[in-house]
């Protein structure tokens, strides 16, 4: 018989991506995206599955588009930072007690960072690559507020970008 072989979550864990904060006052999400992909010149298409994180308060599903930049060898992919999480415990709203609407709060992809409004992970990057010109050029773009690059080191929360 075979030896069994054990994973760790940590395993899968790729450190071979860079992260930008986006920060703007537009909260739909398709003229965001609609915007990066003018100013960076790529193809961000909005996923057929939305990334869904499950926590004790509840449920929640982030926007998520992707590109495969196979020219440069490099993957695109913009996750919205904020979602509303929809409580497993099944609380009805006081307001309206006699709907069954639950009670919803906000959730965040990566707690630590609740100001953030989008994420762009980019994988597969070398160090060639250049992410100060990336951000450079989305700082041009009016309704992005800010943009710059979080180091990995910062996060809490490294699990919830393994999409």
Known sequence: MGAIIK????DFDSEDYRLIAIHTSRKEDYKVVYFINSILEINLVRSKEDVDIFTDVGHAFFS???YDDIDHHVYWKVVANKAFLIPESGLDSPLFI?????VTKQGYLLPELKAVDYLIKIEETDSQF???TI????NTVKLISTAYEIRQEVLKNKTNLIF
């Open 98 to 102: 006699s709907a069954n609407h639950p």
């Open 7 to 10: 994973h760790k979550l940590e």
């Open 135 to 138: 951000i450079e050029r989305l």
């Open 64 to 66: 998520f588009y992707e």
């Open 130 to 132: 250049e992410i100060g």
